[in-house]
């Protein structure tokens, strides 16, 4: 997405780079800043150092693609939506 992206703007600004960077930076931030929001527990909930944490992070991945939790992990792969790519000639 972000080749697509990059090279549509390179071609729409006739190879100018500092526009198409620019161009680039805008359609791509706001889907980045919203990739980038960890989720509840952050690295420390899917990085667990112990046993017990290790045991239950295991746990809710399983868990996860049942209900009523399947709305949240879908919730989570809606992100890859949140971005409307433009039609480069």
């Known amino acids: 997405m972000g080749a697509y992206l990059l090279a549509g703007e390179l071609a729409r600004s006739g190879g100018d780079h500092v526009t198409a960077f620019a161009a680039y930076e805008r359609l791509m931030r706001p889907y980045v800043k919203q990739c980038q929001q960890l989720p ?3 690295v420390r909930g899917m990085l667990p150092d ?3 944490a290790i045991s239950l992070r295991d746990l ?3 868990i996860m693609t049942r209900r009523p ?3 949240l992990m879908a919730k989570q792969a809606a992100k890859a939506d949140a971005i409307t790519l433009p039609a480069y000639a």
Do not use: M
């Open 40 to 42: 509840p527990g952050g």
């Open 50 to 52: 112990s046993r017990w």
């Open 60 to 62: 809710s991945t399983r």
């Open 69 to 71: 939790f399947a709305a």
